[in-house]
Structures are given as C-alpha cells and as structure tokens.
C-alpha cells in the first residue's frame, strides 16, 4: 500500500489562492486609468443617481426610525407610480411636474415631503427684506435632496424646510464640499442652543434656529473625517456607500 | 478576506502603487487621479491625521489601513462608475421603503420637457472578470455604515 507523500501543514487541499492585494489593486488601477470622462449627459445622470440613493437612504431611516412610519411616491399629476420622475437642475417643489414621498407618522399624519433638486428662499433674503416668493436667483439655493414642511411653497423660504441634504458623488476637493455645506447650514438657519430637531426621528437636537439639519453626503469615504466640528453648527457629514454587491 | 488578513507591508506596498501610478497619470480624470494621489500620498511619519507626534509603528498600522480603505474606496467609483446595475440596486432598495401596490420600474429626469430615463445614459454592467476584481476587493472596504443617513 502506497502512502501520500506529507504535505506540509500550511497546505490545504481545493482552497482558492488568497487574492493578491498589490496585483488586484494594480489591475483595479488599469480598469480606472482606461476610463472616459463622462459627457454631461452622463456625468447629470450619474448625479441624479447619486441623488435618489441618498433620497432613498433617507427613506430608509424613517421607515426604520418611526414605528408605524409609511412612504408614499406622489408621481406628478396624472403620471404612473411606477416611474419617478426628477428635476435635472434647480427646480421648484412642482407637484405637477416632479415626484416626491410623503413621510406619514403612525396616525396617518403626513408630517414631511421629500424631494430632489428644490431651490429654496435664503435667510439673507429674507434678512435683507426681501418679499417672500421674489427672490432673485442670486437669492436661491439648491437642495439636492431636502424634506419640506407638508404644503410648502413651490419655492418655499429656509424656514420651510426641514432638513436640506448637498450629494456629492466622489468629488475632488472634499474641504470644499464641506465649506459648501456651511454655507447651505448659513442659508437655512440661525446658530442657537441646541433645540427639537424639525425630524427627531433622525437627528434628535440641532443647534440651529429653524432647527432644520443639513447633510453632506458623500461617496467619498475620505469625507468621514469632517463630522466634527462642523456638526456643532448643525451640519452632518456621512458617507453614503454604492450598493456595490446588489450591483452585478 | 478580510484586511486584518494582511500584513501591514501589503497594505502599504499597495498604497504606494495607487500613489506612484496616481502621480503619474495624464488622461482624462486627471483632477480625480489628483485627489486620489493625495489619498494615497505617504503620510509624514512624525505626523498623524490630528497632527499629533506618532512614533510608535503599532499604532501607526490601523491609520494606515484606514488610508487604504480611503483611497481604495475612491478608486473604486473610478474605475467602476454608476451603471446599469446601480439603478436596479437603488430601485431595489427604494421598493423596500416606500408603500405602494405597485413596484416603482424605473427612474427619469425632466430635460426641459424632454423626460429623459437615467438608463438610457448609464453604462452596461461590468463584465464577468472585472465584477470579480471587484467582489475580490469589496472585502477591504467597510460595510454599510450603522447610520443610514
């Protein structure tokens, strides 16, 4: 009876080769280096992409943050409810042109609108004495993704906002993005004592009068390391990740 | 497999390749090649990202890893832009969430008054190989965050 030759004790029979890391990272390297850049067709959709993930993170957070909590898709007048319909640019809130997603609490109450692409009044305007509904577009901001109060205005004024979120998807110049967001946060509110946020069910408290949060989010993982200090004036940074794995 | 699998060397050898190429390329995405060769770029060694004195190379091994998981992830959206496949996923996950009798098919952006479907301007899904490269290298960056937003 022959014996098997002893295998050495590190061996194990039918397991894959642990990856390389250099080589992957090498090959990864030569897929990055052979891309287009992307027209701007397809560098908007891209963003818009970018945009409803964060939309429908957020969702996610109210549907698993308020007990009893629903989502409705509201299509634009007369539209399918199996198709979403956004802005590709600064818009108004158009319930007859955009889909947006009503957040309904457990009583049934709509308590928030959610929409894409919604230029809102600044607080400098209104600062300033500006008539409400008139501001100049030097005067209006863009939200990438924001929660309004139920029934607000079609360009509704800072106050009428809940919650503003700025998406960027893997931006160079990420101090940058974050400096943007400091200027969405001056645009939307007043720095005060912390208070109830405008949605408790995400943020508790915002030092921020309206108490209406601001976001980044960011597909860059690098923007983590800018949550503080900024969240001490009421703007929350996050790293929101592809869904890489449901991808293929 | 998971990066604590590795030794520190790896991790750092594959970051000096990301930085050295980086550096070195000149095409199209060259801001975003930029970016991702300051992620990559060797950190001062008497110097860590709070800018206090680090000289113990213990503890210098988790910021490293961190640098990886960073610069990793950016090159990740490069070289795997949204496609196809991401929409799908994203109309996956928004099904989840919202309450409708019917499913939600398919996203479109108003051009204008032209409705133009994100599909139509998103690439094909990567092929067989380079889906694995990337399922091969997923491993090394974090999971879904905690915080859903």
New interface residues.
Partial sequence: MSTKPTEAPSKKKNQPAPPDLVKAVGKLLDVAMKAQAPSQLQAMTRDKLFEMLVLTRMLRAFRRLVPGGRVVHQPPGGGSASVITVACKPALADKNRFSYFQLIDSTGVVIGETWTSVEFESLSWTQAGGAAGKAPRRARHELDVCILKPGADARPPFHQVLAGVSCKDVRTATKENVREALGLRRETAYLNRPARSAIPWLIPLVPAHPASPIFLASSDLDVRKYESPVDALGVYVRFVRRPWEAES | ?EIN??KPE??E??LH??YE??TT?D???F?????LAQ?AAPRSSDED?NGEVETDAVETEPETRQQF??A????????????K??????L???N?????D??????????GDR??K?SS??GR??TLA??E??????A??????E???
Avoid: C, W
């Fill in positions: 497999m699998n590795f790896d991790i050898q594959a390749v990301i190429r980086a390329y095409g199209p995405l801001r975003e090649f930029m970016q992620l990202k998981e960073e990793l992830s950016f090159l990740m959206v490069l070289a795997f832009p949204a496609h496949g991401t929409e799908k996923a994203v996956v996950e928004l989840e969430v919202v309450n409708s019917a499913p939600i098919k398919s996203l479109q952006m108003l051009v409705r133009v994100l301007h998103l899904r990567p380079r889906s490269l990337q399922s091969s290298l997923l090394f960056l974090p999971r879904s965050t915080v859903d937003l």
